[in-house]
């Protein structure tokens, strides 16, 4: 059993997560309108942005108890 703080602590990070998620999709967005794109920056942003739904699904996932079979 995961402690209230623990809990607490994971869902800070899970919001801390989404938010820079969500600005890196604006981010994405507006560079992809530019005639002039900077194809390895969009690329390294996209990655990063994946990265981060990972983090954020594996933290999820910890917040889920585990359901006996």
Do not use: G
């Not at 981010?27 to 990972?54: A, T």
């Amino acid at each position: 059993m995961m402690i209230t703080e623990d809990v607490e602590t994971l869902k800070l990070r899970i919001t801390q997560l989404h938010t820079e998620h969500r600005d890196l999709d604006d981010v994405i967005s507006r560079l992809s309108q530019n005639q002039i794109q900077d194809q390895l920056q969009l690329q390294r942003l996209k990655k990063r942005k994946l990265y981060l739904k990972d983090q954020i699904s594996l933290l999820e996932r910890q917040l889920t108890p585990d359901i006996p079979a």
